[in-house]
């Protein structure tokens, strides 16, 4: 299992991906980074795996100021309710913990039991960031390379429009 920043950078040389990598002190929420990512390019990204009761995986990248209705977010899915993904599931499927997770993970999913949902804002941004499966990196790339990553990880871009998610 990849769990590395180095492994997944030399893999994304391998794939021909282009990418900037900055490193700081860990960032653990979207709050933490705020400051720090101001001064980023690209649109910035908040990252969970959650899991239904049936044991369905699902990896949620959003835009990072983007309103996730957890609530609602089966439905759209088809899935029964979400919760979050203990700690012993983040490594176990994905190779990382709290805090470190990320699209760059779906590399360590080989046995592709994690579904990727991509939030429409994130999926539409030109360029998006994720921590290099740790938090104490953040990783640019294009959305085509993006993109070009999940496909030779074996997984698809299921692009959900949260903000059309409404209550009831």
Partial sequence: MMTEPDALLAYLDTLGIGYEAVWHAPVFTVADGREMKAGLAGAHSKNLLLKDKAGALVL????????LRLNRLHKVLGTKRLSFASEDLLLETLGVTPGSVTGFALVNDVAGRVRFVMERTLAEADEVNFHPLRNTGTVRVTQADFRAFVAATGHSVEVVDFAAITEG
């Fill in 60 to 67: 949620v990248s959003a835009e990072a100021e983007a309103e």
